[in-house]
């Protein structure tokens, strides 16, 4: 039986694990402990029995006006857990807050252009590649920002695609 729940400070002790992959994002306690305390809805984790960690989404709410929306700063599954639809879940859980509680436009994230399997996963989901960003991460590979429209965003302008790739320093941060 699988348990979704809310993230707390002590799961931070214990999803090291999960981490290992090397298509996974780490970062400083401060700043999985910033999101914790800044956007609590958004982050959740998932419990197997005997309370091993399976996997996380960490997320936050953004933007203004028409750019208001739901982004997914971090999911991941630990491989023992993998194809279950675990990620699923906790995408569509990030999605429903964002949609419901917030009236986002839209949810965002962002992939290495070579993670063809996450890639695969998002446009299963219903994300569309929005724009390519150069150099995202670390300066050496791209990224690629994918959107999916919530039901606020009737008329779906949020994910029509740019024509050009951009490079990090014309991102806007909110």
Same mark, same amino acid.
């Given at each position: 039986?699988? !348990? ?20 996974? &994002? ?7 402990? !910033? ?11 998932? &419990? ?24 997914? !700063? ?5 491989? &023992? ?88 320093? &014309?991102?806007?941060?909110?």
């Amino acid at each position: 039986m699988t !348990t979704i729940r809310r993230f707390s400070c002590n799961d931070l002790l214990r999803f090291t694990s999960v981490n290992l992959d090397h298509l996974t &994002e780490t970062f400083n306690m401060s700043f999985y402990m !910033t999101y914790l305390a800044r956007w609590p809805d958004y982050f959740h984790v998932s &419990e197997a029995p005997g309370n091993r960690v399976m996997g996380y989404i960490m997320g936050k709410v953004e933007g203004q006006g028409e750019s208001w929306h739901g982004h997914v !700063t971090a999911v991941t599954v630990s491989p &023992e857990y993998r194809r279950q639809q675990l990620a699923k879940k906790l995408m569509n859980l990030l999605e429903d807050i964002s949609d419901k509680i917030d009236k986002g436009y839209f949810v965002d994230l962002f992939v290495r252009a070579s993670n063809t399997p996450a890639i695969k996963m998002y446009e299963k989901l219903g994300y569309i590649i929005y724009r390519r960003v150069l150099r995202y991460y670390s300066g050496e590979e791209d990224g690629l920002d994918m959107r999916k429209a919530l039901s606020r965003d009737v008329e779906k302008k949020s994910v029509i695609p740019l024509k050009r790739p951009i490079t990090p320093d &014309e991102l806007e941060y909110d």
